[in-house]
């Protein structure tokens, strides 16, 4: 086992938990209630903690949680106007200035 992280919040936590078991990756979440001895232990200790199984995970591990941070941002789009393909972050039509429906 290794300790993949420390967060300040039990609800990310166990969001990378879950993210992680989607993408195949046995993890745990431990420290899961000592939150609230915070300030009276140091956060290196009282922090929730998720951990991965199996060591060589690591960075597979690391790779799921950062696409998971940073999402493509959506689906191509087809301009109405002139049945251009955009990527999704453009708002409107670089060829005839069409916005995006
Ligand atoms: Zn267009």
Sequence with gaps: MKLL?????L???A???NVLRAAGIRAEV???WLGGAAGDIPFQESAPQVWILDDAAEAD???VLNAAANPPPGPRWQCAGCAEWHEAQFASCWRCGAHRD
């Design 30 to 32: 431990r420290n899961t």
């Design 61 to 63: 591990a690391w790779a």
């Design 11 to 13: 609800v990310h936590a």
């Design 5 to 9: 992280l420390r967060s300040t919040s």
């Design 15 to 17: 969001h990378c938990e």
